[in-house]
């Protein structure tokens, strides 16, 4: 075992533990960043199907609409294809959407 002990670059030893620690880190800081988007994508995705399922339970906005004026049927059946499109509505919940815009 030498006397003197060693001033300026680490040795092999204290380079691979440097090495290790900064490894460490970058895992656990990538491991959690992966874990919030995660849990993000799965609030959005619970979110998404919130409002599929009030809108699928909403009542038909056509059939109130004629005696408020008339109904801009253009619009709705754009914005139904829009969703559609998003796939917040599945083929069936369009053409049901479609349906009672349409009479």
């Known amino acids: 075992m030498p006397l003197f002990r060693r001033v300026g670059r680490p040795g092999l030893i204290g380079l691979a ?3 290790a620690v900064v490894a460490g880190t970058a895992t656990a800081v990538s491991g959690g960043m992966a874990r919030r988007q995660q849990s ?3 609030e959005q995705a619970e979110a998404a199907a919130y409002e599929q399922q ?3 339970q909403a009542p038909a906005p056509a059939a109130a609409a004629p005696a408020a004026g008339g109904v801009d049927i253009v619009a709705e059946l754009q914005k139904l294809g829009a969703l559609h499109q998003q796939g917040l509505l599945d083929d069936a919940e369009f053409a049901a959407a479609k ?3 349409l009479g």
């Open 17 to 19: 533990a440097r090495t």
């Open 40 to 42: 993000r994508a799965a």
């Open 54 to 56: 009030q809108y699928a």
């Open 99 to 101: 349906a009672r815009l």
